[in-house]
């Protein structure tokens, strides 16, 4: 079953997205391998698609000192800003599950990634999409701004 919401589409199952979203997630779930998680438990992968068809994993890195962690989403843009500078990111997939279990649980981004991924999305002056499951089923985002109405960017701060 597929239902479309303005900028979200969702889909009841992994085989309903197109093949380049599949695949993203594939490369997502990989990427939850290399989380650190000791203290959540919670092990979360994000995988980026740069415009040249490049893919850049991340997985969350968690810390006694719980605000120094870093979530799988920043970890995978960051990388990409300093391993490709100037290539756009056209797609993000989030994926999670708990210590050794394999199938996947709810993670949409928290409100910090989702301001990030705006602030790339504004820089590069392109929409990033985003894939992500969450309660039960997965949605397909059409633009990292849709996730954050009312956001806050670069044009507040300008005199």
């Known amino acids: 079953m597929i239902t479309t919401m303005k900028d979200f589409t969702f889909f009841s199952s992994l ?26 438990k919670f092990y979360v ?3 980026l698609l740069l415009e040249d068809g490049t893919y850049v994993a991340g997985a969350n890195q968690e810390n006694a000192s719980y605000p120094l962690c ?4 920043r970890v995978a843009l ?16 989030v994926v999670a599950h708990r210590k050794n279990h394999k199938e996947l ?4 981004s928290c ?3 989702r301001q990030v991924m705006l602030e790339y999305e504004v820089r ?11 309660d039960n089923r997965w949605i397909h985002c059409a633009s990292a701004a849709a996730l954050m109405p009312f956001s806050f960017d ?6």
Do not use: R
């Open 70 to 73: 870093m979530c799988a989403e």
């Open 105 to 108: 649980v709810s993670a949409s």
């Open 111 to 113: 409100g910090g990634c």
């Open 45 to 47: 992968g994000a995988a």
């Open 124 to 134: 590069q002056e392109s929409p990033i999409e985003v894939v992500m499951f969450d």
């Open 15 to 40: 085989e309903a997205l197109d093949a380049e979203s599949k695949y993203l997630v594939h490369k997502a779930k990989e990427a939850t391998q290399h989380a650190y998680a000791p203290y959540s």
């Open 78 to 93: 960051y990388t990409a800003a300093s391993q490709y500078p100037g290539k756009k990111i056209k797609k993000i997939a």
């Open 154 to 159: 670069i044009s507040h701060l300008k005199d």
